[in-house]
């Protein structure tokens, strides 16, 4: 019903810059916050940031100050451009949107995952 998805991952090294996208198709009445998330092995998935459908963001305080999470609502898009990346920042990132379908809604927002993709900073 709901597709979410996501790019950009790669390979990087200390120091540099990636932009992942997410993108959410499908059976889409509205979509409410978007945000990513993050897994390292052997850890738990832990909030990146996050994004209401009105611009208000929300960041963990491990990546405040060079990561930036944007939206365009038209597109159904979320994107993440991170900077200054360092090797604890090496994960798999995923992408999470509130979406509703037309069978949803009188509900809250179901939670939507994207496959993942995977960010490596190596030296």
């Known amino acids: 019903q709901v597709q979410l998805v996501e790019s950009g991952g790669g390979l990087v090294q200390p120091g540099g810059s990636l932009r992942l996208s997410c993108a959410a198709s499908?059976?889409?009445?509205?979509?409410?916050?978007m945000g990513w998330y993050r897994q390292a092995p052997g850890k738990e998935r832990e909030l990146v940031a996050t994004?209401?459908?009105?611009?208000?963001?929300n960041y963990a305080d491990s990546v405040k100050g060079r990561f930036t999470v944007s939206r365009d609502n038209a597109k159904n898009t979320v994107y993440l451009q991170m900077n200054s990346l360092k090797p604890e920042d090496t994960a798999v990132y995923l992408c999470n949107a509130k979406i509703h379908t037309p069978w949803s809604l009188g509900t809250a927002p179901p939670d939507y995952w994207g496959q993942g993709t995977q960010v490596t900073v190596f030296s």
């Open positions: 499908g059976s889409i009445f509205s979509v409410n916050a």
């Open positions: 994004i209401s459908t009105g611009g208000a963001t």
